[in-house]
């Protein structure tokens, strides 16, 4: 049964950075392309970075230049380094193997971890 543990949100000023991490348990992360979405409240949840199995990263347009995604195949975590945090990135953000499309392969999401960006 795959476990996905989301951690490292808080409460952060805008302009400040926080380091989510994502632990799995129940499955290798190492033979899948990993990724980390956000939901924020009304909207939809969005995919705002993978990296794949060989370590190539992509972010969305939101994101890009202030997040930085990595992994630790040894310890089975996937990371999101947000840097310049902004108000709009306020959100509850989950880590989960996208597919082709951006759609989750893994069924059951973790709890997730609120990042709120607020002065």
């Known amino acids: 049964q795959v476990q996905l543990v989301e951690s490292g949100g808080g409460l952060v000023q805008p302009g400040g950075s926080l380091r989510l991490s994502c632990a799995g348990s129940g499955v290798r992360f190492s033979i899948y392309a990993m990724g980390w979405y956000r939901q924020a409240p009304g909207k939809q949840r969005e995919l705002v970075a993978h990296?794949?199995?060989?370590?190539?990263?992509n972010y969305a347009d939101s994101v890009k230049g202030r997040f930085a995604i990595s992994r630790d195949n040894a310890k089975n975590t996937v990371y999101l380094q947000m840097n310049s945090l902004k108000p709009e990135d306020t959100a509850v953000y989950y880590c989960?193997?996208?597919?082709?499309?951006?759609?989750?392969?893994?069924?059951?999401w973790g709890q997730g971890t609120q990042v709120t960006v607020s002065s």
């Open positions: 989960n193997a996208p597919t082709i499309g951006g759609m989750a392969r893994f069924a059951s």
């Open positions: 990296i794949t199995v060989g370590g190539t990263t």
